[in-house]
């Protein structure tokens, strides 16, 4: 069944390598559809070379201007990237010369990465918010998916009215709905573990819904009509045909959530008690009121800890860096 | 597809079709409410019932220990007797009015001259610009301390070239808001992505034509530039608005917590700090409730307002929307 479920949108499905394609497709379709032009939402260097000549006539600027550009560029280039390299070079200072802003520490120590491991339970704090992340992103992913596609493909009474619960939900300040969420964990004796920090993801997520429903509604019909005369049901028809359809949005909602889960500051502070289930922010946070405002000024520590909170995320950045920008990029342009 | 074209044939009086397709219409209603089970227990268990239980809430003095206790409206009443919601309201008021203009022409000027450059510098700059994003918010929290120290901070130090003698930015109560907005510039990089996505939808001919009328650089950004991409600018400032009304993360990192009592606290008491403090230091959750209900209102009236001002000010194409 498999087999003859897979022919049919043998044609429409783009090749692994093209996935990030398939996502500018239905991006682009939607610029079209806003703008009724041919112009890309998005910057899509594939396309490049096809560009018409119109683009090249754009770019040919007298070249003050361009030196200009370039100039301002670099300059601000380096008010962005500074701060971040400079908290790395303060973390590989000893403590008296973490303020004095050299690039290249007079004295280069490890011993702050050290003194850090040795004060904090910093393995265990990875590896709670490594296992919050995931749980997070994963649970979030496959429920809006799924209600999502609820959304797209089915047509029942109701639907847009619906709908339109999702989205107010969107406009709820969180701070209305925090203290009872709280008291229901509280209820079920879920303080001081990690649970709320991920569970709820398992009833999806407003925001995420919506960008995937747009996804679903821009994926044509006859796929899956013609799946469905091959007798595949609802489900299989969702997972096996839909899903792998929409990997570049799938992919998006996964590194959005990882990293809204990873930062999260909030609910550590409102859940976590116990040094030993604190995730890295929490921890860090810890970590600033007992060797900052304790009185001890062991900036050192604060800054080699605030590195390692952050590092993970720039990994994550270059990982999924194409996916990133243009799910921002989309996010945006239903504005 | 014969599915559809099916369905016209099907429309006639036969009984016997129609109920079957009752019936299928039946199906494929309850197959999408399981497809939305989640959605719909999550919303119940987590936004409907939390939304009425917060209300009641808002009504008692409640110390999660002790069952609560119906009190009316004295929660509300508080609200505006206690000097320190005042305080917090404008804290976030004038920290919102600094940070959403400085944010969106900051990010409007980047997104600009990302517009400008070449493609291969575009795409690269705009990962340099993205990047400070990713910082988790504690950690920009640690580094607006260290980078805005009053003696040996890196801003005064730069400051200092110019013969400038920077401020005490954080222990001046006069300057921790400012300097919270300008730390908050650093993280602009996710807004010049939407802005630069919508630069580029801009249409050619639009600044060929003006071209050929003579506009200048200036004329054409005016007149066209910000027109088209009102509703994106328009996006930005209402999402960054509801965001700097409900700040948290850095100020409560550089200013809050135990032991701290280095820092100008009140300068930066921002109201979901407030609320947080009320709710899970004091136990208050009757009245922190009401507060998060007040701020409710409060950001439900600005939105509204803001609405209100782009039904003039923003352009929409005809065919959008």
Same mark, same amino acid.
């Given at each position: 069944?498999?087999?003859?479920?897979?022919?049919?949108?043998?044609?429409?499905?783009?090749?692994?390598?093209?996935?990030?394609?398939?996502?500018?497709?239905?991006?682009?379709?939607?610029?079209?559809?806003?703008?009724?032009?041919?112009?890309?939402?998005?910057?899509?260097?594939?396309?490049?070379?096809?560009?018409?000549?119109?683009?090249?006539?754009?770019?040919?600027? %007298?070249?003050?201007?361009?030196?200009?550009?370039?100039?301002?560029?670099?300059?601000?280039?380096?008010?962005?990237?500074?701060?971040?390299?400079?908290?790395?070079?303060?973390?590989?200072?000893?403590?008296?010369?973490?303020?004095?802003?050299?690039?290249?520490?007079?004295?280069f120590t490890l011993e702050n990465y050290v003194t850090v491991w040795q004060e904090a339970p910093l393995a265990?704090?990875?590896?709670?918010?490594?296992?919050?992340?995931?749980?997070?992103?994963?649970?979030?992913?496959?429920?809006?998916?799924?209600?999502?596609?609820?959304?797209?493909?089915?047509?029942?009474?109701?639907?847009?009215?619906?709908?339109?619960?999702?989205?107010?939900?969107?406009?709820?300040?969180?701070?209305?709905?925090?203290?009872?969420?709280?008291?229901?964990?509280?209820?079920?004796?879920?303080?001081?573990?990690?649970? %709320?920090?991920?569970?709820?993801?398992l009833f999806g997520s407003a925001f995420y819904i919506f960008l995937l429903r747009q996804f679903f509604l821009?994926?044509?019909?006859?796929?899956?009509?013609?799946?469905?005369?091959?007798?595949?049901?609802?489900?299989?028809?969702?997972?096996?045909?839909?899903? %792998?359809?929409?990997?570049?949005?799938?992919?998006?909602?996964?590194?959005?959530?990882?990293?809204?889960?990873?930062?999260?500051?909030?609910?550590?502070?409102?859940?976590?008690?116990?040094?030993?289930?604190?995730?890295?922010?929490?921890?860090?946070?810890?970590?600033?009121?007992?060797?900052?405002?304790?009185?001890?000024?062991?900036?050192?520590?604060?800054?080699?800890?605030?590195?390692?909170?952050?590092?993970?995320?720039?990994?994550?950045?270059?990982?999924?860096?194409?996916?990133?920008?243009?799910?921002?990029?989309?996010?945006?342009?239903?504005? | 597809?014969?599915?559809?074209?099916?369905?016209?044939?099907?429309?006639?009086?036969?009984?016997?079709?129609?109920?079957?397709?009752?019936?299928?219409?039946?199906?494929?209603?309850?197959?999408?409410?399981?497809?939305?089970?989640?959605?719909? !227990?999550?919303?119940?268990?987590?936004?409907?019932?939390?939304?009425?239980?917060?209300?009641?809430?808002?009504?008692?003095?409640?110390?999660?220990?002790?069952?609560?206790?119906?009190?009316?409206? @004295?929660?509300?009443?508080?609200?505006?007797?206690?000097?320190?919601?005042?305080?917090?309201?404008?804290n976030t008021f004038i920290f919102t009015v600094l940070q959403v203009p400085l944010y969106v022409i900051v990010?409007?000027?980047?997104?600009?001259?990302?517009?400008?450059?070449?493609?291969?510098?575009?795409?690269?700059?705009?990962?340099?610009?993205?990047?400070?994003?990713?910082?988790?918010?504690?950690?920009?929290?640690?580094?607006?301390?260290?980078?805005?120290?009053?003696?040996?901070?890196? !801003?005064?130090?730069?400051?200092?070239?110019?013969?400038?003698?920077?401020?005490?930015?954080?222990? @001046?109560?006069?300057?921790?808001?400012?300097?919270?907005?300008?730390?908050?510039?650093?993280?602009?990089?996710?807004?010049?992505?939407?802005?630069?996505?919508?630069?580029?939808?801009?249409?050619?001919?639009?600044?060929?034509?003006?071209?050929?009328?003579?506009?200048?650089?200036?004329?054409?950004?005016?007149?066209?530039?910000?027109?088209?991409?009102?509703?994106?600018?328009?996006?930005?400032?209402?999402?960054?608005? !509801?965001?700097?009304?409900?700040?948290? @993360?850095?100020?409560?990192?550089?200013?809050?917590?135990?032991?701290?009592?280095?820092?100008?606290?009140?300068?930066?008491?921002?109201?979901?700090?407030?609320?947080?403090?009320?709710?899970?230091?004091?136990?208050?959750?009757?009245?922190?409730?009401?507060?998060?209900?007040?701020?409710?209102?409060?950001?439900?009236?600005?939105?509204?307002?803001?609405?209100?001002?782009?039904?003039?000010?923003?352009?929409?194409?005809?065919?959008?929307?």
């Open positions: 069944m498999t087999q003859q479920v897979s022919r049919p949108m043998g044609e429409p499905v783009p090749a692994p390598t093209a996935a990030p394609l398939g996502f500018e497709a239905g991006m682009r379709s939607r610029a079209e559809r806003s703008s009724g032009l041919e112009q890309d939402a998005v910057e899509s260097e594939p396309t490049a070379g096809s560009k018409p000549p119109q683009d090249r006539q754009r770019r040919r600027k %007298p070249l003050l201007v361009r030196i200009a550009v370039t100039a301002l560029l670099v300059v601000f280039g380096v008010v962005f990237t500074y701060p971040f390299i400079w908290l790395v070079s303060a973390s590989f200072k000893p403590r008296g010369e973490v303020f004095d802003n050299q690039l290249i520490p007079n004295t265990l704090w990875l590896w709670n918010t490594l296992l919050v992340t995931v749980l997070a992103a994963v649970t979030v992913t496959i429920s809006s998916a799924m209600v999502a596609w609820g959304f797209s493909y089915f047509q029942f009474r109701g639907r847009n009215a619906l709908f339109g619960f999702v989205l107010a939900t969107m406009m709820l300040p969180g701070a209305v709905t925090m203290i009872p969420t709280f008291l229901i964990w509280n209820g079920l004796g879920a303080t001081g573990t990690l649970y %709320p920090l991920w569970a709820g993801n821009g994926m044509p019909r006859d796929i899956f009509e013609a799946a469905r005369i091959d007798g595949a049901n609802n489900w299989t028809i969702f997972t096996r045909i839909a899903l %792998p359809l929409m990997k570049p949005a799938l992919v998006v909602t996964l590194l959005f959530e990882a990293q809204a889960a990873w930062t999260d500051l909030m609910r550590g502070l409102i859940y976590l008690r116990d040094s030993d289930t604190f995730t890295v922010p929490r921890g860090l946070k810890a970590l600033v009121d007992q060797f900052g405002f304790g009185g001890e000024w062991h900036w050192e520590i604060l800054v080699t800890a605030s590195v390692i909170t952050t590092v993970p995320m720039i990994i994550l950045f270059f990982i999924g860096q194409r996916s990133f920008v243009e799910g921002i990029a989309t996010t945006g342009s239903k504005g | 597809m014969s599915v559809t074209e099916l369905a016209p044939a099907a429309s006639g009086i036969d009984p016997e079709r129609q109920r079957t397709r009752r019936a299928a219409r039946r199906r494929n209603t309850r197959a999408a409410l399981l497809f939305l089970s989640p959605w719909i !227990i999550g919303f119940l268990v987590f936004t409907a019932w939390p939304i009425g239980y917060s209300a009641y809430l808002s009504l008692t003095d409640y110390d999660v220990i002790n069952d609560p206790s119906f009190i009316g409206f @004295d929660n509300y009443v508080q609200l505006i007797e206690d000097p320190k919601i005042a305080l917090a309201l404008w990010s409007i000027a980047l997104a600009v001259l990302l517009n400008q450059a070449g493609r291969r510098s575009s795409g690269f700059f705009r990962t340099v610009f993205f990047l400070p994003k990713m910082t988790p918010p504690v950690a920009v929290g640690v580094l607006f301390l260290l980078l805005f120290n009053g003696q040996n901070g890196l !801003i005064n130090h730069v400051l200092g070239w110019f013969g400038i003698n920077g401020p005490a930015w954080t222990t @001046d109560p006069a300057w921790v808001k400012p300097g919270l907005a300008i730390m908050s510039l650093w993280t602009v990089g996710g807004s010049v992505i939407i802005l630069l996505a919508a630069l580029r939808a801009v249409p050619n001919q639009l600044y060929e034509s003006a071209r050929i009328d003579g506009a200048n650089f200036w004329q054409q950004t005016t007149k066209i530039t910000v027109p088209m991409i009102s509703p994106t600018i328009f996006f930005i400032v209402v999402v960054n608005t !509801i965001a700097a009304f409900q700040t948290f @993360d850095e100020a409560y990192t550089a200013f809050f917590g135990s032991g701290n009592t280095t820092y100008s606290n009140d300068a930066a008491l921002f109201y979901v700090i407030y609320l947080f403090q009320q709710a899970f230091q004091f136990l208050h959750m009757g009245y922190a409730s009401a507060m998060a209900w007040l701020l409710f209102v409060v950001i439900m009236a600005v939105t509204a307002i803001q609405l209100w001002v782009s039904r003039r000010v923003v352009y929409y194409e005809a065919d959008v929307r």
